[in-house]
T-cell receptor, first 114, second 114 residues
């Protein structure tokens, strides 16, 4: 138990659906992250929020839309996804955004796009 | 740019065998180095870290020493157990580039047989 929870753990959606992934951290951290983990590929950083402000958007398609209403919650809104978007989506948090802070990861949401 | 190279897997061992996973890095500054572990069906967990040269990180019987002269951070465990079966990721963060980004290696899958 890392103090970062993600729901749902598994999600199957069609290409025309709209769904949201939720992440919550109970650690009092100020920074939150979304990563994509695909089979046989390195972890890809998608978005970074620091104090509820987006500080990084790593050329992610607009069909992924993040939202950070407060420092404890992070959402990833999904719409009109493609089958290649099927992956494990990991949320992480850290106390701040300096290099000495390790990141704490949630268990991930396994997304399948049909 | 920053990058991490770790040995390709999969690695299959018998219980009580010695495990080494090689990791080398390229960084523009003086990075912090991490090993993360991902057990089946879970997110990444920080295993150990080192923030300066000659530091040794250790946890759960695993060790890694920050070697600046060889730009390496190899992970070792003297006697593995079946419960050590997981994917291991080497990572770095570099304060002279993007200070909040973790650069991950591709991961090494380790399977320990009873």
């Amino acid at each position: 138990e890392t103090g970062v929870t993600q729901t749902p753990r598994h999600l199957v959606m069609g290409m025309t659906n709209k769904k949201s992934l939720k992440c919550e951290q109970h650690l009092g951290h100020n920074a939150m992250y979304w990563y994509k983990q695909s089979a046989k590929k390195p972890l890809e950083l998608m978005f970074v929020y620091s104090l509820e402000e987006r500080v990084e958007n790593n050329s992610v398609p607009s069909r992924f839309s993040p939202e950070c209403p407060n420092s404890s919650h992070l959402f990833l809104h999904l719409h009109t996804l493609q089958p290649e978007d099927s992956a494990l989506y990991l949320c992480a948090s850290s106390p701040g955004t300096t290099s000495s802070y390790e990141q704490y990861f949630g268990p991930g949401t396994r997304l399948t796009v049909t | 740019g920053n990058s991490v190279t770790q040995m390709e897997g999969p690695v299959t061992l018998s219980e009580e065998a010695f495990l080494t996973i090689n990791c080398t890095y390229t960084a523009t500054g003086y990075p912090s180095l991490f090993w993360y572990v991902q057990y089946p069906g879970e997110g990444l967990q920080l295993l150990l870290k080192a923030t300066k040269a000659d530091d040794k990180g250790s946890n759960k019987g695993f060790e890694a020493t920050y070697r600046k002269e060889t730009t390496s951070f190899h992970l070792e465990k003297g006697s593995v157990q079946v419960s050590d079966s997981a994917v291991y990721f080497c990572a770095l963060s570099d304060p002279l580039s993007n200070d909040y980004k973790l650069s991950f290696g591709a991961g090494t899958t380790v399977t320990v047989r009873a």
